[in-house]
């Protein structure tokens, strides 16, 4: 699993060998005991989560926006 980056306790990984046929471009998120998977393009949206409320999947959707540059290049 490697991580692409982490920012204020949060760590943004992806798994290498994820799917078949591969899912479009995602990145996991973990924190505690959270955890929850965006689906990156076009938009960022959250596909799944677990242990995040509302405002802390705003806040990592946000950060994920930010990010999803790097994040298509990992």
Same mark, same amino acid.
Request: proline content about 5%; hydrophobic content about 40%; glycine content about 8%.
């Given at each position: 699993?490697?991580?692409? =980056?982490?920012?204020?306790?949060? +760590?943004? =990984?992806?798994?290498?060998? *994820? /799917?078949?046929?591969? *899912? ?6 973990? &924190? @505690?005991? @959270?955890? #929850? &998977?965006?689906?990156? /393009?076009?938009?960022? $949206?959250?596909?799944? $989560?677990? /242990? ?5 999947? +705003? ?12 994040? *298509? &290049? #990992?």
């Amino acid at each position: 699993m490697p991580t692409v =980056f982490r920012y204020d306790g949060f +760590r943004f =990984f992806f798994y290498s060998n *994820e /799917g078949d046929p591969r *899912e479009p471009v995602h990145v996991h998120v973990s &924190k @505690g005991d @959270g955890e #929850a &998977k965006f689906w990156i /393009g076009p938009n960022v $949206s959250v596909a799944r $989560s677990a /242990g995040f409320d509302a405002r802390t999947l +705003r806040r990592i959707a946000a950060i994920v926006a930010f990010h999803s540059q790097e994040i *298509e &290049k #990992a």
